[in-house]
């Protein structure tokens, strides 16, 4: 299975601010997506990012919001902009591999 | 179309007991159901998964029962341990993983 290691683990921030959050694979995968999960809420799928180009959101999700880079295909990147308290969450990155999803340990995070 | 119910939203179970996990899905063309254990702190692990050609797959103490007819699957965690305590979550979508979505999960606690 892959490796996944995601920084920072857990963060505190103040409303208005950004937090960019990384990603690294120990090894090249096609599929990279990022998703969300709200305190004692199920996961729910924030976008697809695209090595090369732009990330594939889904419905209630924008870039504005949610930047996403993927500069190769072992790192991404998540920013959460411009933060209310309704952001605090846990924001885990994902990867297809052997056609298997796996889960980075997850960034908690919490907007005061 | 795209919902996963997951039921019951908590469960206690004896050690030495079994445990019982049930999920319903609306999309008849997901092909791919996983399941994933979670525990405080740590991104969701993939247990044990079942492609619709098959009614059940066994794993050690895990097994899923796939009925297609019914659009049902489940978990049975038989001779439950105090360490399989934690949140289950299954999930439903299409062969390699891609954009899966997720039920509402299910908090086990195994009592000793």
């Known amino acids: 299975s892959a490796v996944i290691s995601q920084k920072p683990s857990r963060d505190i921030c103040q409303r208005g601010t950004s937090l960019t959050i990384q990603c690294q694979v120990d090894?090249?995968?096609?599929?990279m997506f990022w998703y969300r999960q709200q305190p004692g809420q199920s996961l729910t799928l924030i976008a697809t990012a695209n090595q090369g180009s732009e990330a594939t959101y889904e419905s209630g999700f924008v870039i504005d919001k949610f930047p996403i880079s993927r500069p190769n295909l072992t790192f991404s990147t998540l920013t959460v902009s411009n933060m209310s308290p309704e952001d605090s969450s846990i924001y885990l990155c994902s990867v297809v591999s052997y056609e298997k999803l796996f889960f980075g340990s997850g960034t908690q995070l919490s907007v005061l | 179309q795209q919902q996963v119910k997951q039921s019951p939203q908590s469960l206690i179970v004896q050690k030495g007991g079994i445990s019982i996990i049930n999920c319903a899905y609306e999309n008849t063309a997901f092909d791919y159901f996983p399941w994933y254990q979670q525990f405080p702190g740590k991104g969701p692990a993939l247990l044990i998964a079942i492609r619709p050609d098959v009614s059940e797959k066994k794993e050690g103490r895990f097994t899923i029962s796939f009925n297609k007819s019914a659009k049902q699957f489940s978990l049975h965690i038989m001779d439950s341990q105090p360490g399989d305590s934690a949140t289950y979550f299954c999930?439903?979508?299409?062969?390699?993983?891609?954009?899966?979505?997720f039920g509402a999960g299910t908090i086990l606690r195994v009592k000793s």
């Open positions: 999930a439903a979508g299409f062969e390699g993983g891609n954009k899966l979505v």
């Open positions: 090894s090249q995968v096609t599929m």
